[in-house]
Structures are given as structure tokens and as C-alpha cells.
């Protein structure tokens, strides 16, 4: 527990989250086919409404990848080397060289004007920064969706995951429940 006005909140909140930023995943590019020599074009995101998040030129030759875009009016242009490493049953694997730190990663990230690695722009996952109860209600969700609605055993799924399963949504309601007497203990309710 930290101490503070975000007082048992977990670790901090004031890094740029992942979910909310621009990636550019070099599997994505490698699944449809744009890593290939001399091949250009464009490559835009969505918000999950649809709306239209980004977009921005590429152009791939002799394993660089070269992108074109515009902030605020300006244009900037950025090389992103690209290595391969070989799989162990033939072919090889793509990966981003991130432009700052030289580390090999898989996605980069769109923030102050470049691109670069998840560690180099300080981005972080909103899991990251979630509090003992958001990570119980996580585990909750993620537990319940794997059963049918009220709680029943899905048709071929073995008892004793059934029961693992409802061990797991008891622990974290009591855990929320603590939670929140511990918060209105704190509040004099």
C-alpha cells in the first residue's frame, strides 16, 4: 500500500497507458504482408467506435522500415530497422530495433513525436495500475465468462475446473467485501 491521497491504489497512474496509445505491431505488418522489399503504403487505427484514431505512410525496403506522418501541421520521417531472428522449424521471425534503446521488440508506441519501445516512450499497461479491487473484479470477470450464465458448468468442462472457478469468484467477492468495510471503516460509516 502507498500512502497519499491515491492511498492503496497500487502502483502509480501518471504513465501514458498502452491501450490508449498508437502501436504498431511488427506481427500485425508481417500477417499482412508488408514486410516485403519495396512494398509502401498506408497504415491507419480506429478507436473501438470506429472513429478514425490515426494514420500514417510507410515504406519498406532492405529491412528498414521507413514512416511518414504529420503532428501538428509538421512532417516528420522515421527509420525503424527490422531483424529477423529464425524459428526452430524453418522461416523467421520479425522484430522491431526500437530507434532510442536498440532492443529488439514487437510493437512500438506513438508519443512525443516518434516512435519507439514500450519502456523508451514510459508506457505502461492499465492493469498496471490498477488497485487490489479492480484486480479482483478483473479475475471475477475473467473467471464468470467461462461459465454459462448463472454460474452453471459448461457442457464438457471437468468438475473440478467447475469448482477451481467458483473458488476463484468466492475469493475475490470476499476480497471486495473487505475491501469496502476496510473504506467505510476509513470513512466513520
Request: proline content about 3%.
Amino acid at each position: 500500500m502507498r500512502g497519499g491521497w491515491r492511498y492503496g491504489a497500487g502502483r502509480p497512474g501518471w504513465k501514458a497507458k498502452a491501450e490508449q496509445s498508437l502501436p504498431l505491431d511488427v506481427r500485425a505488418m508481417h500477417h499482412r504482408g508488408i514486410l516485403r522489399r519495396s512494398y509502401s503504403g498506408t497504415w491507419s487505427w480506429t478507436w473501438n467506435n470506429g472513429e478514425s484514431a490515426g494514420s500514417i505512410g510507410y515504406e519498406f525496403d532492405n529491412d528498414s522500415l521507413l514512416l511518414r506522418y504529420a503532428i501538428d501541421g509538421q512532417s516528420r520521417v522515421q527509420h525503424v530497422r527490422v531483424v529477423r531472428t529464425r524459428c526452430h522449424y524453418g522461416g523467421s521471425r520479425p522484430w522491431f530495433c526500437c530507434p532510442v534503446c536498440n532492443r529488439r521488440v514487437a510493437v512500438l508506441y506513438h508519443r512525443g513525436g516518434r516512435f519507439a519501445c514500450r519502456r523508451c516512450q514510459r508506457v505502461a499497461y492499465l492493469s498496471q495500475s490498477e488497485d487490489v479491487t479492480a484486480r479482483a473484479w478483473r479475475r471475477q470477470r475473467k473467471a464468470e465468462s467461462r461459465l454459462i450464465d448463472g454460474y452453471g458448468r459448461p457442457k464438457g468442462m471437468h468438475t473440478a475446473t467447475y469448482k477451481r472457478l467458483m473458488e476463484v469468484i468466492v475469493e475475490c467477492e470476499t476480497v471486495k467485501d473487505e475491501r469496502f468495510w476496510a473504506f467505510a471503516q476509513r470513512m466513520g460509516l
